[in-house]
Structures are given as C-alpha cells and as structure tokens.
T-cell receptor, first 114, second 110 residues
Framework: EPEVTQTPSHQVTQMGQEVILRCVPI?????FYWYRQILGQKVEFLVS????????KSEIFDDQFSVERPDGSNFTLKIRSTKLEDSAMYFC????????????FGEGSRLTVL | AQRVTQPEKLLSVFKGAPVELKCNYS??????LFWYVQYSRQRLQLLLR??SRESIKGFTADLNKGETSFHLKKPFAQEEDSAMYYC????????????FGAGTILRVKS
C-alpha cells in the first residue's frame, strides 16, 4: 500500500540554522499539507499546497517558513532560521482530491532546536 | 472560526467496557467530521468519517448537529484499541485543511 514518507525522522539543529524537511507524497495525490505538533499540544495546520502553489497557510507559517515541490515527487518544508519554539514533530500529508478526501500522513519528522 | 474540542486528555477503561470519546465542534457551515487514530509509534491514520456512516474496528460515531458533537463509541473495548484518538473537522466552505482537536489517549486495561 502506498505511503507518505518523510525524512529525516529526527533532526537536531542549532538555533538560527536552516532546516529542510522532506516528504514524498503518494504519487497520484494532488494536495499536500504540512502540520506540526509541539510536544503535549495539538496537531496544528501549517500550510496546504496545490497546483504548485500555496493554497492556504496558517498564522504560524510566517516568513521563516517556505514550501516547495521541486521535482514533482518531493515536497519540502524549509525553516530559514530556526528558533527554539520550532521544536516539534512535523507531519506531511497528501490527499488525492480536495474536500472530504482522506488525508494520508507520514510518520513525522522530529525537529529539535538547541 | 472552526474549533474542535476533545475535553478528555486521557480515558482509561477496562477491557470489555464501553468506550465513548467525546468531541464537540464549533463551525458555522456544514461540517465534515473525522476521527483519526495514532497507535504507538505509528502514523496518524483515518479511523472513520461521518459521511460514510460505517463502523471501523467496532467504532461508530454519529454527528449530532443540535449538540455539535461527534462522539466516538465502541461497546466493548479491546486492548489493541489503546491509542491516541483525534477528532478533526474539515471546514468545506472555508478552506482546504483539517482542523484537529487536542486528542484523547485511550488506555484499555486488562
């Protein structure tokens, strides 16, 4: 069964460093998402992406964040200058169609900012 | 604004006991509601959605628009049901994203 894959599973970085989290969505899916979960808190929406552009983003997704689909398979989340409060589990998800189509999640990338 | 509330952080029951995980939502449109489950060390996965009205692994959930609730129920809990359960809302008229509740840990004791 096809799955969403994410790399790395865990990344430790110093404050101020750039981080890129990678996701390979399910191949025939058209909608892509990033969510994050700070330890002990709820899963929060960051951004949705469709047709090579951001379709919606949350207040969390400020200028430090960017997303790209550089090659038609990978979907990346970049944090330009990490802050301590960026430490979280980041989940990628993909969806075949919009609306009520099921979101398929990756296993997450844990980011620790020191 | 869309909001999903799961009032219980932890629900602990004995094997064979009934389970009800509470979920209330706030949304002005017609909601699309889901339950996602995360077993230990596994990814988030869809458990069920209200539009399909199906029962998965013995779980059911009924949308009650009057009470703005979508509680998840199972008549007889099993140890393998132990997991984190998230209620989620898809605000169809206002964007294309799932809004999650805080989640409830279900622990089924033997």
């Amino acid at each position: 069964e096809p799955e969403v894959t994410q790399t790395p599973s865990h990344q430790v970085t110093q404050m101020g460093q750039e981080v890129i989290l990678r996701c390979v969505p399910i191949s025939n899916h058209l909608y892509f998402y990033w969510y994050r979960q700070i330890l002990g808190q709820k899963v929060e929406f960051l951004v949705s992406f469709y047709n090579n552009e951001i379709s919606e983003k949350s207040e969390i997704f400020d200028d430090q964040f960017s997303v790209e689909r550089p090659d038609g398979s990978n979907f990346t989340l970049k944090i330009r200058s990490t802050k301590l409060e960026d430490s979280a589990m980041y989940f990628c998800a993909s969806q075949e169609t919009d609306g009520t189509g099921e979101l398929f999640f990756g296993e997450g990338s844990r980011l620790t900012v020191l | 604004a869309q909001r999903v509330t799961q009032p219980e952080k932890l629900l602990s029951v004995f094997k064979g006991a009934p389970v009800e995980l509470k979920c209330n939502y706030s949304y002005s449109g017609s909601p699309e509601l889901f339950w996602y489950v995360q077993y230990s060390r596994q990814r988030l996965q869809l458990l069920l959605r209200h539009i399909s009205r199906e029962s998965i692994k013995g779980f059911t959930a009924d949308l009650n628009k009057g009470e703005t609730s979508f509680h998840l129920k199972k008549p007889f809990a099993q140890e393998e049901d132990s997991a984190m359960y998230y209620c989620a809302l898809f605000p169809v008229e206002y964007g294309n994203k799932l809004v999650f509740g805080a989640g409830t840990i279900l622990r089924v004791k033997s």
